[in-house]
């Protein structure tokens, strides 16, 4: 069973629309995953010089893995004080400028999930976006980037996906596009059908991810995307940054609309944070 409150504030494109430039972005990392760069002032400075009136930072999560295994590219379980600290001055600080958020982006790992909530449950978090980066409980697992043939990979991201967003604990699906599947289309046609199907069961809103625009990686795939169209399902842009600096750059942004508005998707502006409690 899926719960969580009815999308809100949105508007349908229709081709002969003029958008209005986004006003929330949900997607942002901070220094601790090892691969963002700058300090958090810096993104919320530039999320205000771009005229967003909503900012959720949703850093890469930590996890709590076996002791044995290090995953690089992501905070520390105790990292994570620090960042709601950080996050929690600067929403007290630019309250009249800024709607900040606290979130995390979490991969549904089954092995480590419960205690991941767990542990969320001692900190001010406030949302998850979903962003599956690799399959099973990641440890010598295969990377969703990876280019594969192999089907029963793709199934698995599916059904993986499809189990995360049942939780009812995630308020989106971030570049829910990222597996990199170079087998046969009808199968990957088929297969990310049903996914689609789900998040709209859900009420899961789908990203179209800014930053795999701009760097011209294999998502968005426009494959999914007239997929998703075709399902009624809703769509949200997430900036993903990693650079502040990156926030001033809106020709992603304007490619996305062109995108969605070729297809005639539902997008919103803004999305109801899911509670993880
Ligand atoms: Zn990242
Ligand atoms: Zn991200």
């Known amino acids: ?32 995953c090892n691969h963002a760069v700058g300090r958090e002032e810096d993104y919320v400075q530039a999320a205000i010089a771009r005229g967003l009136k909503i900012f959720g930072f949703s850093d890469h999560t930590p996890y709590p ?14 990292e994570l004080g620090d960042y709601t600290a950080t996050i929690w001055d600067l929403k007290q600080r630019y309250r009249d400028s800024l709607e900040i958020h606290i979130g995390l982006e979490a991969e549904y790992y089954p092995g480590s999930f419960p205690e991941l909530v767990a542990l969320l449950k001692d900190h001010p978090v406030e949302y998850l976006i979903l962003g599956q980066h690799f399959l099973d409980n990641e440890m010598g697992a295969h990377g969703s980037s990876m280019p594969t043939g192999n089907p029963e990979l793709l199934t698995k991201y599916c059904r993986q996906t499809m189990d995360a967003m049942q939780t009812g604990l995630y308020t989106y699906f971030a570049h829910p596009d990222i597996f990199n599947f170079t087998g046969d289309r009808g199968l990957y046609q088929e297969q ?21 625009m701009e760097k011209g990686k294999h998502y968005p795939n426009r494959i999914f995307w007239e997929i998703a169209a075709e399902e009624g399902c809703q769509a949200v842009l997430g900036c993903d940054t ?21 297809l005639g998707m539902e997008l919103l502006e803004t999305v109801p944070l899911r509670p993880i409690r």
């Open 1 to 32: 069973m899926c719960t969580g409150a009815p999308a809100r504030s949105c508007w349908r494109l229709s081709g002969m629309a003029s958008c209005d430039p986004m006003i929330a972005n949900y997607h942002a990392h901070t220094w601790r």
């Open 65 to 78: 893995f076996p002791w044995y295994y290090y995953s690089w590219f992501r905070m520390k379980t105790g």
């Open 192 to 212: 990310i059908r049903r996914l689609c199907r789900e998040a709209r069961s859900c009420g899961i809103p789908l990203e179209i991810n800014l930053l795999g």
């Open 242 to 262: 990693h650079d502040s600096k990156a926030l001033a750059d809106t020709r992603s942004e304007e490619n996305a609309m062109a995108m969605v508005r070729a």
